[in-house]
């Protein structure tokens, strides 16, 4: 895909007032809704037939859930990166999301422009995760009453542990940047790619069962 192309997307949500909504505004920034999709089902033929960039995934469907969905796209349809949009913020969801195949994981609760930023960051092989997410997560990973994978064979970067060390301090993403000399944008990038390390960390620690 060309840079100078329009990202090519599949919206797959049961709600369909929010799903035309989110269309809507999607079109009108530009993108390419190719599919859309009230169920796992229908959401794995709609990527199947249009190869989208980047499917936009509701986790709790009717039918097969989007995790399935997910699994099963990421596996049968690698090129195809799933951004997951849910009102769910349990850590339980993040983790099986993100063990599923997920890049990102988005609250419907944020504004649209976190969900593009999202969609850009998937297309463009990057995380992306609500900083809603982020952060309490990554604090409560780094309590050592928590069983939680040995930090020192989870490979991240040296900027990533700063990262995570400053967060774990309480600090918030300005703060951090101000410290470190980035931008908010930057930190958030880094917390999204440690929580998706770390919550694949965990899953192998426990042997593949999961947080």
């Known amino acids: 895909m060309s840079l100078q192309e329009p990202l090519r997307v599949v919206v797959a949500d049961d709600h ?11 079109r009108a920034r530009g993108f390419e809704v190719v599919g859309e999709a009230p169920n796992g089902e229908a959401a794995i033929r709609a ?7 980047v499917v936009v995934m509701d986790l709790k469907m009717p039918g097969m859930s989007g995790f399935e969905a997910t699994r099963q796209l990421t596996a049968r ?9 849910s009102v769910s913020n349990d850590e339980e969801d993040v983790s099986e999301a993100l063990m599923a195949g997920a890049c990102g994981y988005v609250l419907k609760e944020s504004p649209v422009d976190e969900v593009i930023a999202g969609i850009r960051a998937a297309a463009s092989g990057e995380s992306h995760i609500s900083q809603a997410i982020t ?14 994978p040995d ?56 042997g593949g069962r999961g947080p």
């Open 135 to 148: 952060t309490p997560l990554l604090r409560r990973m780094r309590e050592p009453a928590d069983v939680r």
């Open 77 to 85: 349809v690698p090129a195809t990166r799933v951004l997951v949009l």
């Open 16 to 26: 369909p007032y929010y799903r035309r909504g989110l269309i809507r505004s999607l």
């Open 151 to 206: 930090m020192a064979s989870v490979r991240l970067s040296d900027r990533e542990r700063e990262v995570l060390d400053l967060l774990a301090r309480g600090e918030d993403d300005d703060e951090i940047a101000e410290t470190l000399g980035m931008s908010a944008e930057s930190v958030r990038r880094h917390a999204s790619s440690i929580l998706t390390k770390l919550v694949h960390a965990a899953v192998r620690a426990s």
């Open 47 to 53: 990527v199947e037939e249009s190869a989208p960039d």
